[in-house]
């Protein structure tokens, strides 16, 4: 038995060795890579033919993401009708991260309860540019009140990365104009962009929560219900989104995969795309650095030895590792569900 403390910090860094000296000889180029999140798969290679090739990070982003199961809202204000107009391409071998504001609309919808405050929603596009534009921008949609709770929170943690940058008053009237729009969704997008271009903001928590807290939460909130088809689709725009932020082997990254894994393999009968983010976390866990994350390693790896079963493949790969793990001194017994070693990393309301 892996005791409380020491023993078990010991038994992590135990765990990471293992990794990394399974991957030694590449570690350092895959962590200096960021992962081209709609890099086309080519000839619709099968993952399994090359366990630890790109061909994972291809297949599993390739999935196309589900329509949100909402009414589209008629737009207060839209800039472009085809934002390939606006499009600019980057240089070739290079990527730029994007935040673009399209569209806005007025919530709640037409037909709610007319006591309620009315306010405006943007809808905020996240794209990671090459040469081409990104062909699976991940979107989510804030208010202004968001957007001010991230900007008021950098500054009060951050104040000299924000000296020049100017952020858009509160006004009392006029705020569903087109021309006050356009101007705050101009400022919004300049806004995002200086975060993310600067190490402090980026990493803070304050903007991990505006990216992911509010779908997250609702995510969670369906899992607790037993919802997962209606969890699964904003767990998978979070990965997207966050896979386009940060590098792809890092904490929300990673975090955010191995909640969609658990996700998709919770119900007796697995998510059809439950295999191809798999496979996906179990690459991301190759020469992963960040040893607060090696917990869930091992229920990764027994949630994936059962979902290799309920699917008729060879588990050996998977076992051979536990089987390598526990030769070490590591306690490999699977005492602990993916869901539960999240949970305790990361609360959430979802049941465990």
């Not at 005791?3 to 293992?18: I, P």
């Not at 919808?109 to 809808?123: A, F």
């Not at 790896?301 to 536990?322: E, N, V, Y």
Request: aromatic share 8%.
């Amino acid at each position: 038995m892996i005791a409380t403390g020491y023993a078990r910090t010991e038994a992590y860094y135990k765990v990471g060795e293992l990794l990394f000296i399974r991957n030694q000889t590449t570690m350092h180029a895959v962590m200096a890579k960021r992962l081209l999140p709609h890099e086309p798969s080519v000839d619709a290679p099968n993952p399994e033919d090359e366990p630890d090739s790109p061909a994972i990070e291809a297949a599993a982003l390739a999935i196309a993401p589900q329509a949100a199961d909402q009414t589209p809202q008629k737009a207060l204000w839209e800039r472009f009708n085809n934002p390939a107009k606006r499009f600019k391409p980057v240089a070739e071998g290079s990527t730029e991260l994007r935040f673009e504001i399209l569209m806005a609309h007025i919530m709640p919808r037409e037909g709610d309860d007319p006591k309620i405050k009315r306010y405006v929603v943007y809808e905020l596009t996240v794209r990671q540019d090459s040469n081409e534009m990104d062909a699976q921008p991940a979107k989510i949609e804030r208010r202004y009140t968001d957007f001010r709770e991230l900007y008021q929170s950098l500054k009060r943690s951050h104040p000299n990365e924000l000296n020049n940058l100017t952020f858009p008053n509160k006004v009392l009237m006029g705020n569903f104009s087109s021309e006050l729009i356009g101007e705050r969704s101009e400022a919004f997008e300049a806004f995002l962009t200086h975060v993310a271009e600067q190490t402090k903001l980026r990493d803070s928590n304050a903007f991990l929560r505006f990216l992911q807290h509010e779908e997250l939460t609702k995510a969670c909130q369906f899992l607790d219900e037993r919802r997962h088809e209606m969890a699964i689709p904003m767990l998978e725009n979070c990965f997207r989104l966050l896979n386009k932020v940060y590098m792809n082997r890092s904490r929300p990254v990673v975090l955010i995969l191995c909640r969609l894994v658990a996700a998709c393999t919770v119900s007796p009968v697995p998510h059809h795309a439950a295999e191809r983010w798999a496979l996906l976390a179990l690459s991301r866990f190759e020469t992963l650095c960040d040893i607060d994350l090696l917990p869930l390693y091992i229920p990764l790896l027994h949630t994936c030895a059962h979902l290799w079963w309920q699917r008729g493949q060879d588990q050996k790969p998977i076992t051979d590792r536990l089987t390598d793990m526990s030769k070490q001194g590591i306690n490999i017994a699977n005492t602990t569900s993916l869901m539960q070693a999240i949970h305790k990393i990361d609360p959430r309301t979802e049941t465990i």
